[in-house]
């Protein structure tokens, strides 16, 4: 009997051992097939293109506070309902509500010629027939008295106030095709220029989006400002800040025949039509979805991507491919793990473009929520793949993002170079919304696709540059890193790094500079 019990004892132990040393294997097989259910099904029933048209194209720009605004809120939390999570928009303020009409710039004289130009967002409304006056160019100026005696002479006028570029060829072309030389002599002039230009604008007093407010003081009955990207056709299209007259913006190639038109002393004539209408004031939202966690529903995943837009396009690239990247992830994850241990909570955020609004204001008024994030996953920079992560100054977060990045499938894995510990955000996109409450953040960071001078914040932010492609293996990344997180045992550390000493020898301090701005008015 002894013998035999001890024979028993020891087989269990034996037993024991073995199962402890296959757990792992095991867990590491599970996360194998759940990776590739997860491929497999972005794969073949990827609904990417319905989103992007359905956001895109039909609803459109999306503004805060316009009317396409609150559409594509309503769309989101129509679309996440559909999918099984619970959807809400959720109030944090108001903003002034203004809605985009038709443009309608016309050289009238010397000639007639249909220019190529938009109102900016809350710019105020023309009359019905718009504003006809004579166009004058600012010039340089070399002192601040030599500016104010500048302003007296624009009563009446339409004033161009952007510089007006060398060249509207690109840098890449001229080094391609100008000779060594030629080239040189243009970046010379270029950047002479520009510095001109620069210290001109120093005595002003303001920037090229705070000067319209003097301008209007002044006299003047319109503005025209051409913020060129320095690639044909491209403008940025941002806010007008004056209160009275009507800010366009218009194409550099348009914006150049006018501007030599002053040089030479033949006070060109425009009108402009801007029929956009004032709404007063409406609520400010963020779309938020969730789906409970089956055993930590009170821990949180959070995919992160802001809605609104700026409307001089449609905000394709900045930011519609965030938000259906994250919407496809939260498709594919209904679909192939129904069982989340934590609770994934989508955050399509408003207002980000003034400033991180709708995130802040989400992280303020919920700590209950925020004490126990396990991660922010945030897509907010383009339609190109994922390529880079950071660790926003987290001094754990290699141990976590390491090990999750390894089951990311192979051709995606070795593309994605990652920097640890980091640096934590000051702004830039809504995870530093989170970052600055100490609560691990990060941005997905993608190739570039020309997003900086092509499509971010500009006229050609449309439903055409979006590469379907890499969005879809974004979505496949962001699933299977919320589907790993999910899974982790336990919350992960929120250790921050010890910041470096500045140039003055002062100690670095954690970044808390982002607080959400609540109304337009404040």
């Known amino acids: 009997m002894k013998i035999d019990s001890m024979k028993h004892r020891g087989m269990k132990s034996l037993a024991l051992a073995l199962l402890l ?74 903003w002034r509500s203004w809605e985009r009409g ?7 004289y010397p000639r007639i010629k249909s220019l190529e130009g938009t109102q900016l967002a809350f710019s105020p409304m023309t009359k019905e027939k718009g504003i006809e006056a004579e166009v004058v160019a600012m010039p340089l100026f070399s002192s601040q008295s030599d500016f104010q005696s500048w302003l007296k002479t624009i009563k009446g006028k339409i004033v161009l106030i952007g510089m007006n570029p060398l060249s509207g060829r690109s840098d890449a072309n001229w080094k391609e095709s100008a000779s060594p030389k030629g080239y040189e002599k243009y970046q010379t002039l270029k950047s002479d220029q520009l510095k001109k230009w620069e210290g001109s604008m120093s005595y002003t007093g303001s920037t090229r989006r705070t000067l319209p407010l003097a301008l209007e003081n ?34 550099l190639e348009d914006y150049g025949l006018l501007y030599r038109m002053t040089e030479h002393g033949v006070k060109p004539r425009v009108s402009l039509q801007g029929n956009s209408k004032e709404r007063g004031t409406s609520k400010t939202y963020n779309s938020i979805a969730e789906i409970k966690g089956k ?53 399509n955020w408003g207002s980000e473009e003034q400033g991180l609004n709708g995130s802040s204001a989400f992280v303020e008024d919920h700590p209950e929520i925020a004490k126990n994030i396990q991660v922010v996953w945030n897509q907010d920079n383009g339609t190109g793949r994922i390529v880079r992560i950071g660790g926003s100054g987290f001094e754990k977060s290699y141990e976590y993002i390491s090990r999750w990045v390894q089951y990311l499938p192979e051709e995606f894995r070795n593309e994605i170079q990652t920097s640890f510990p980091g640096m934590p955000g000051t702004g830039g996109s809504d995870h530093s919304s989170f970052v600055q409450k100490g ?84």
């Open 102 to 108: 038709t443009s309608q710039v016309t050289m009238t």
């Open 218 to 251: 002044a006299g003047a009955v319109g503005v025209i400002d051409s913020y060129w990207t320095e690639l044909p056709g491209i403008t940025r299209i941002f806010d007008a800040k004056s209160k009275q007259i009507p800010v366009f913006n218009v194409g």
């Open 439 to 522: 609560i691990p953040a990060f941005g997905l960071s993608s190739t570039s696709w020309d997003y900086g001078k092509v499509t971010w914040h500009t006229n050609r932010d449309t439903y055409d540059k979006i590469v379907f492609d890499e969005v879809k293996q974004n979505a496949i990344i962001v699933a299977i890193l919320t589907y790993l997180a999910c899974e982790e045992p336990t919350l992960v550390s929120r250790e921050k790094i010890i910041l470096p000493i500045d140039k003055d020898g002062k100690q670095t301090v954690w970044p808390t500079n982002l607080q959400s701005k609540r109304t337009s008015g404040n």
């Open 21 to 94: 040393l296959s757990a792992p294997t095991i867990f590491a097989q599970n996360k194998d097939a759940m990776v590739s259910s997860i491929v497999q099904e972005a794969n073949a029933n990827s609904q990417l293109e319905k989103y992007a048209f359905e956001l895109i194209d039909m609803i459109g720009p999306r503004l805060v506070g316009s009317p396409q605004m609150q559409q594509a809120h309503d769309w989101v939390v129509k679309n996440y309902n559909a999918l099984g999570a619970q959807a809400r928009n959720e109030p944090y303020g108001e």
């Open 295 to 347: 055993e930590k529903p009170d821990e949180y995943v959070v995919l992160s991507a802001h809605l609104d837009s700026w409307d001089g396009a449609s905000g394709a690239t900045d930011n519609a491919t965030g938000v259906i990247t994250m919407m496809e992830a939260v498709r594919i994850l209904r679909k192939v793990y129904p069982e989340n241990k934590r609770t994934i909570l989508v955050g």
